[in-house]
């Protein structure tokens, strides 16, 4: 997450600044720290996740497949939809508007 969308969510303030460092990767950026145990929603999906937020970001968020796995969610790139299923109940539809 984008410490711009952080700020804008009002999650800046839950920054725990305990898990600054540095990413590395194509380029590199400054973390911050990061926000554990936010809630966010997709869709009509509610999820709740950490992130790591990065001083200056081109994207406000990305979504890893670490949580993509937990919300146990499956992606149709012909419907361009994703499902997501919470516990035991029935999936959610998230898609492209």
């Known amino acids: 997450m984008s410490a711009a969308c952080a700020e804008r969510c009002g999650l800046a303030s839950r ?3 305990s898990y600054a460092g540095r990413a590395v990767g ?3 950026a ?3 720290g990061r926000i554990h145990d936010a809630s ?3 869709g009509n999906s509610c999820l709740r996740c950490s992130f790591t937020v990065i001083e200056h970001g081109e994207i406000d968020l990305l979504v890893g497949l670490d949580v993509l796995r937990a919300h146990r969610c499956e ?3 012909s419907k ?3 499902k997501f299923h919470a516990g035991d109940g029935p999936a ?6």
């Open 15 to 17: 920054i725990n600044k």
């Open 26 to 28: 194509v380029g590199f």
């Open 30 to 32: 400054r973390i911050l």
């Open 40 to 42: 966010i929603r997709i």
């Open 75 to 77: 992606i149709s790139l």
């Open 80 to 82: 361009n939809r994703m």
């Open 92 to 97: 959610k539809e998230a898609s492209e508007r």
